[in-house]
């Protein structure tokens, strides 16, 4: 076959169809290799052997890859010790090695997540992310209610402006190429390519050589990662091997310190500087312009034209202060000191200039000179007077200078006042006269003269004199004052008089105070309205801390209504928390004068007097108060009380015997019986309450107290008859029930004691003692899981009680303790009970300052926290545990104050027999050893 003729058609088909030469490898130059796939459909060719591999590769000249294993030992294939026999000491030297590396690692592993971690801690404080920086306002995102979504309005042009749109207007034609594509994007082949067929399989990514490492890829991605990592933490090495030279901090705070201005703000400026400009111009006596003007150009840094621009202001208006003082401030102290001297030529009667100017001189020497020239060209600037007088610092100098400020300016209150403080006593008063006839309309005028008398009286005190006249002008002077401005027309409120009286009192003139309450509290106030208003300003001043003005509108309010008994509780109360012994006690004689037939004030007298040690003035209080109060069962017990207190049993026992008869109520009866028991009379004890029990059968405390002076003397079937008609005689008293349960438990019959309590809760439904009571039975008796069942019905049934919740979170495991402590808080209401568990909370966890915090919250609750004892033993125990003494202290001395009286440990404790007579302070000491 010639070369330059083509194969025919058919010839070109039979070549391909021919073997191929026997050296022939397809691909081999370029490194392909022949194989068989599953893929392949029809039949395949085999590929070329090894030695014919090796054979064209030879003839090529190619290097033939020598076979790693040809020069293995047969004989030892698998290492130098391979045939030695493992013994039992290898292993165990194996087992220690692996514990020694072990061990290691996990000590190291300590130090480096310690490390790991505070250098995380690190960049994240130097770079927080983003979620963190934005934490609390996703948390602030939980308050808005779904009403406050729905209203978000949409995004969308607030420009008001309409965008220009290039494509706005124009269309185009769509080939129909684009239209087909997007019709068969969404449509799947279901047949094979016959094509693919015919060539003999399908290609795989194995044929095209393009296999894919993952392993390979994930290394190189997390290398990738690292890089980026040490790059933006400031760690990562250049190629020569040297650390980055740069401190991210402080090319920060270089950053902070170059002043930047964007295109916007120049192009502000700019607009600003051509708007001042063409303003100035068009008008130049308009000074804001020239100022504004000069502001521009400070603002953009070029000082010196914004100093010519004020200078061309100054020359254009000359008789405007506020171009000067702008002129003053551009310029530096000693051209400024200048402009201003030029500036009192053209503006001699501004104040402001000549204060700048003083304000300017480094001596007070200069100042002094600068302020006599402002006087003598504004001799009637009362803020120029002030300055000159406050530079001055000799009194008699100062007295010189006021002299002839109130001669220039004698309508000045000010001038006058400073004045008479400067003056002597006597000569003051001369001075406020001339005052008050100067400025008849100044009512601190009257009241400089009202504490110039207060000054005598208290002269006149120290010294031993009689200071009743000076005490009498002082109120006359006051109501002069306000007649005489009603009668000139100057009328002020009665919330300006009662300032006045604070600020009098702050100022140390307590008498003057008391004044001005007396002669304009009752201003502008209807008849029925005073006694209200009158209260809410005594507990407003009280709250202040102003208790000289609480008091003397309580002594007003005391001669307006001398006969309304919580006015008088409420000065006695006022006077015990603030004053001495000595004005309280005044307070309740004069109370129980006005009131004889308030119990309350006759033993709030009684009391005082016998913590004062004056045990026979308490008797004699007393003794009229039984004249005055012949039936009250109070004043009979408190007689009672006095007398057993002072170890005077016989008189106590007569007093009792009396009021049984004279006074015959049941609380009597009781504390007869309660007296015999506590001094050692039990038999006496059982007779006097079975006469109570025949004349008043509803009484429970009778039942209670008989059940259990039997059961002092363990006659239990006694006591259990005494509890069971107790409770047929008052089902309604859960005390009762509760009792006959503990006295069943003690004597270990504890189906019983459940039993009982189960008929109690049926009967006095909604009781959260009686469901506390039955679950304490249940956990002295080892039950858990029926003291919870118990617990969870009994919070089903008193959703709201503090003690059933404070008992539900300690029932919890310690994990999940915090979260039932948030919905006790919220169900109860924020019961003290509840907030005392929450202290314990914080106590266990040892947050000692929260604990203490909560605890004080606990006992300072207006709904009852702060008669509640195991709240007030639990502080102290806390206290004796992370307190000092003077903590300690502070918490014995605030639980005497208020002498709590209820608490279930409390209770139990202070009505023992044991610990009957003790103080507030015993008993809680008693209780925090008792508390667990």
Same mark, same amino acid.
């Given at each position: 076959?010639?070369?330059?003729?083509?194969?025919?058609?058919?010839?070109?088909?039979?070549?391909?169809?021919?073997?191929?030469?026997?050296?022939?490898?397809?691909?081999?130059?370029?490194?392909?290799?022949?194989?068989?796939?599953?893929?392949?459909?029809?039949?395949?060719?085999?590929?070329?052997?090894?030695?014919?591999?090796?054979?064209?590769?030879?003839?090529?000249?190619?290097?033939?890859?020598?076979? &790693?294993?040809?020069?293995?030992?047969?004989?030892?294939?698998?290492?130098?010790?391979?045939?030695?026999?493992?013994?039992?000491?290898?292993?165990?030297?194996?087992?220690?090695?692996?514990?020694?590396?072990?061990?290691?690692?996990?000590?190291?592993?300590?130090?480096?997540?310690?490390?790991?971690?505070?250098?995380?801690?690190?960049?994240?404080?130097?770079?927080?992310?983003?979620?963190?920086?934005?934490?609390?306002?996703?948390?602030?995102?939980?308050?808005?209610?779904?009403?406050?979504?729905?209203?978000?309005?949409?995004?969308?042009?607030?420009?008001?402006?309409?965008?220009?749109?290039?494509?706005?207007?124009?269309?185009?034609?769509?080939?129909?190429?684009?239209?087909?594509?997007?019709?068969?994007?969404?449509?799947?082949?279901?047949?094979?390519?016959?094509?693919?067929?015919?060539?003999?399989?399908?290609?795989?990514?194995?044929?095209?050589?393009?296999?894919?490492?993952?392993?390979?890829?994930?290394?190189?991605?997390?290398?990738?990662?690292?890089?980026?990592?040490?790059?933006?933490?400031?760690?990562?090495?250049?190629?020569? #091997?040297?650390?980055?030279?740069?401190?991210?901090?402080?090319?920060?705070?270089?950053?902070?310190?170059?002043?930047?201005?964007?295109?916007?703000?120049?192009?502000?400026?700019?607009?600003?500087?051509?708007?001042?400009?063409?303003?100035?111009?068009?008008?130049?006596?308009?000074?804001?312009?020239?100022?504004?003007?000069?502001?521009?150009?400070?603002?953009?840094?070029?000082?010196?034209?914004?100093?010519?621009?004020? %200078?061309?202001?100054?020359?254009?208006?000359? +008789?405007?202060?506020?171009?000067?003082?702008?002129?003053?401030?551009?310029?530096?102290?000693?051209?400024? %000191?200048?402009?201003?001297?030029?500036?009192?030529?053209?503006?001699?009667?501004?104040?402001?200039?000549?204060?700048?100017?003083?304000?300017?001189?480094?001596?007070?020497?200069?100042?002094?000179?600068?302020?006599?020239?402002?006087?003598?060209?504004?001799?009637?600037? =009362?803020?120029?007077?002030?300055?000159?007088?406050?530079?001055?610092?000799?009194?008699?100098?100062?007295?010189?200078?006021?002299?002839?400020?109130?001669?220039?300016?004698?309508?000045?209150?000010?001038?006058?006042?400073?004045?008479?403080?400067?003056?002597? &006593?006597?000569?003051?008063?001369?001075?406020?006269? +001339?005052?008050?006839?100067?400025?008849?309309?100044?009512?601190?005028?009257?009241?400089?003269?009202?504490?110039?008398?207060?000054?005598?009286?208290?002269?006149?005190?120290?010294?031993?004199?009689?200071?009743? %006249?000076?005490?009498?002008?002082?109120?006359?002077?006051?109501?002069?004052?306000?007649?005489?401005?009603?009668?000139?027309?100057?009328?002020?409120?009665?919330?300006?008089?009662?300032?006045?009286?604070?600020?009098?009192?702050?100022?140390?003139?307590?008498?003057?105070?008391?004044?001005?309450?007396?002669?304009?509290?009752?201003?502008?106030?209807?008849?029925?309205?005073?006694?209200?208003?009158?209260?809410?300003?005594?507990?407003?001043?009280?709250?202040? #801390?102003?208790? #000289?003005?609480?008091?003397?509108?309580?002594?007003?309010?005391?001669?307006?209504?001398?006969?309304?008994?919580?006015?008088?509780?409420?000065?006695?109360?006022?006077?015990?928390?603030?004053?001495?012994?000595?004005?309280?006690?005044?307070?309740?004689?004069?109370?129980?004068?006005?009131?004889?037939?308030?119990?309350?004030?006759?033993?709030?007298?009684?009391?005082?007097?016998?913590?004062?040690?004056?045990?026979?003035?308490?008797?004699?209080?007393?003794?009229?108060?039984?004249?005055?109060? &012949?039936?009250?069962?109070?004043?009979?017990?408190?007689?009672?009380?006095?007398?057993?207190?002072?170890?005077?049993?016989?008189?106590?026992?007569?007093?009792?015997?009396?009021?049984?008869?004279?006074?015959?109520?049941?609380?009597?009866?009781?504390?007869?019986? =309660?007296?015999?028991?506590?001094?050692?009379?039990?038999?006496?004890?059982?007779?006097?309450?079975?006469?109570?029990?025949?004349?008043?059968?509803?009484?429970?405390?009778?039942?209670?107290?008989?059940?259990?002076?039997?059961?002092?003397?363990?006659?239990?079937?006694?006591?259990?008859?005494?509890?069971?008609?107790?409770?047929?005689?008052?089902?309604?008293?859960?005390?009762?029930?509760?009792?006959?349960?503990?006295?069943?438990?003690?004597?270990?019959?504890?189906?019983?004691?459940?039993?009982?309590?189960?008929?109690?809760?049926?009967?006095?439904?909604?009781?959260?003692?009686?469901?506390?009571?039955?679950?304490?039975?249940?956990?002295?008796?080892?039950?858990?899981?029926?003291?919870?069942?118990?617990?969870?019905?009994?919070?089903?049934?008193?959703?709201?009680?503090?003690?059933?919740?404070?008992?539900?979170?300690?029932?919890?495991?310690?994990?999940?303790?915090?979260?039932?402590?948030?919905?006790?808080?919220?169900?109860?209401?924020?019961?003290?009970?509840?907030?005392?568990?929450?202290?314990?909370?914080?106590?266990?966890?040892? +947050?000692?300052?929260?604990?203490?915090?909560?605890?004080?919250?606990?006992?300072?609750?207006?709904?009852?926290?702060?008669?509640?004892?195991?709240?007030?033993?639990?502080?102290?125990?806390?206290?004796?545990?992370?307190?000092?003494?003077?903590?300690?202290?502070?918490?014995?001395?605030?639980?005497?104050?208020?002498?709590?009286?209820?608490?279930?440990?409390?209770?139990?404790?202070?009505?023992?027999?044991?610990?009957?007579?003790?103080?507030?302070?015993?008993?809680?000491?008693?209780?925090?050893?008792?508390?667990?």
């Amino acid at each position: 076959m010639s070369a330059g003729k083509a194969l025919p058609k058919a010839n070109r088909l039979a070549f391909l169809s021919q073997p191929a030469p026997a050296s022939y490898v397809a691909g081999l130059g370029r490194g392909a290799s022949g194989f068989t796939t599953r893929s392949d459909i029809g039949p395949a060719r085999e590929g070329p052997s090894a030695e014919a591999v090796a054979e064209a590769q030879t003839r090529r000249g190619e290097e033939v890859e020598a076979d &790693p294993e040809q020069y293995q030992d047969p004989d030892n294939e698998t290492g130098l010790f391979a045939g030695t026999v493992y013994e039992q000491d290898d292993e165990e030297a194996d087992r220690i090695y692996d514990a020694v590396d072990e061990k290691m690692d996990r000590r190291r592993k300590a130090r480096r997540e310690a490390r790991e971690a505070e250098e995380l801690a690190k960049f994240r404080a130097e770079r927080p992310k983003i979620q963190t920086q934005f934490a609390d306002l996703k948390r602030g995102l939980a308050e808005v209610s779904d009403a406050e979504w729905e209203n978000l309005p949409d995004v969308g042009n607030l420009t008001k402006r309409r965008r220009k749109d290039f494509r706005e207007g124009r269309t185009f034609a769509v080939p129909d190429s684009v239209i087909v594509g997007n019709r068969e994007s969404t449509q799947y082949e279901n047949a094979l390519d016959p094509m693919q067929q015919d060539s003999g399989g399908f290609e795989t990514p194995a044929e095209s050589g393009t296999i894919t490492n993952l392993v390979e890829l994930g290394q190189a991605r997390d290398k990738v990662l690292s890089l980026r990592l040490d790059q933006v933490s400031g760690t990562s090495s250049t190629l020569g #091997g040297s650390q980055t030279s740069i401190d991210p901090k402080g090319y920060l705070t270089d950053l902070n310190s170059v002043q930047l201005r964007s295109d916007a703000e120049i192009g502000d400026i700019k607009r600003a500087r051509m708007l001042f400009k063409s303003l100035v111009e068009s008008n130049p006596k308009h000074a804001p312009g020239w100022i504004a003007a000069a502001c521009v150009e400070e603002h953009a840094g070029r000082m010196v034209v914004a100093r010519k621009l004020i %200078k061309a202001g100054c020359e254009q208006c000359p +008789k405007n202060e506020d171009v000067w003082l702008e002129a003053a401030r551009l310029h530096q102290t000693a051209d400024a %000191k200048i402009i201003l001297a030029n500036a009192v030529q053209h503006v001699g009667q501004s104040v402001k200039v000549w204060l700048t100017a003083a304000n300017l001189e480094g001596d007070v020497k200069s100042k002094k000179r600068v302020l006599r020239k402002a006087l003598e060209h504004i001799p009637n600037s =009362v803020r120029l007077w002030k300055e000159t007088v406050n530079l001055e610092t000799s009194p008699a100098d100062a007295r010189v200078l006021l002299t002839r400020a109130v001669e220039v300016i004698p309508t000045s209150v000010e001038l006058w006042l400073a004045l008479s403080r400067l003056e002597t &006593p006597d000569r003051a008063k001369g001075v406020i006269n +001339k005052a008050r006839k100067a400025i008849p309309t100044s009512h601190e005028i009257y009241i400089a003269a009202a504490r110039l008398v207060e000054q005598d009286v208290a002269n006149k005190l120290a010294a031993g004199q009689d200071a009743s %006249k000076e005490m009498m002008l002082i109120d006359r002077t006051m109501e002069s004052c306000v007649k005489e401005l009603r009668r000139l027309q100057v009328l002020l409120t009665r919330e300006q008089w009662l300032k006045e009286a604070e600020r009098c009192e702050t100022d140390g003139s307590p008498r003057t105070c008391e004044a001005i309450v007396k002669a304009t509290i009752a201003l502008e106030l209807d008849d029925e309205d005073r006694f209200d208003v009158w209260l809410a300003d005594v507990e407003g001043a009280e709250q202040r #801390g102003l208790t #000289g003005t609480a008091r003397a509108i309580l002594a007003y309010a005391l001669r307006v209504y001398p006969d309304r008994r919580d006015l008088w509780k409420r000065a006695a109360e006022l006077e015990k928390a603030h004053g001495s012994r000595e004005s309280l006690d005044a307070i309740l004689e004069r109370a129980v004068h006005h009131c004889p037939q308030a119990e309350t004030l006759w033993l709030m007298a009684a009391k005082e007097k016998w913590l004062g040690g004056d045990v026979p003035a308490a008797r004699e209080i007393l003794e009229r108060a039984f004249v005055a109060n &012949p039936e009250s069962e109070a004043i009979w017990l408190a007689a009672v009380k006095l007398e057993a207190e002072n170890n005077e049993l016989g008189v106590a026992r007569e007093l009792l015997v009396r009021a049984r008869t004279v006074a015959d109520t049941e609380r009597i009866w009781m504390k007869s019986a =309660v007296f015999e028991r506590r001094h050692g009379q039990p038999d006496a004890a059982l007779e006097t309450l079975e006469t109570a029990i025949k004349k008043y059968p509803k009484f429970a405390k009778f039942y209670m107290i008989k059940g259990q002076i039997l059961q002092d003397k363990k006659d239990i079937p006694g006591a259990r008859a005494v509890f069971a008609a107790g409770m047929k005689a008052c089902p309604k008293e859960p005390v009762l029930w509760i009792l006959a349960s503990r006295l069943e438990e003690a004597d270990g019959r504890s189906i019983k004691a459940r039993a009982l309590l189960d008929k109690a809760r049926l009967v006095n439904p909604h009781t959260d003692t009686l469901w506390a009571e039955a679950v304490g039975v249940e956990d002295r008796a080892g039950s858990t899981q029926q003291t919870k069942a118990l617990l969870a019905r009994g919070l089903q049934e008193c959703q709201t009680s503090g003690l059933l919740w404070s008992m539900a979170i300690w029932a919890e495991p310690r994990a999940s303790r915090k979260s039932r402590s948030v919905d006790a808080l919220k169900k109860s209401n924020e019961s003290p009970m509840v907030v005392c568990a929450i202290a314990r909370l914080f106590w266990a966890e040892r +947050k000692i300052d929260k604990a203490r915090e909560w605890f004080g919250r606990a006992v300072t609750k207006d709904d009852g926290g702060a008669d509640l004892g195991d709240s007030w033993a639990w502080w102290l125990k806390f206290e004796r545990q992370h307190g000092t003494k003077e903590q300690q202290e502070a918490v014995m001395a605030k639980c005497a104050a208020v002498e709590p009286l209820h608490g279930p440990v409390w209770q139990s404790v202070a009505k023992d027999m044991k610990n009957l007579g003790k103080s507030t302070r015993e008993v809680l000491d008693l209780v925090a050893s008792a508390l667990q």
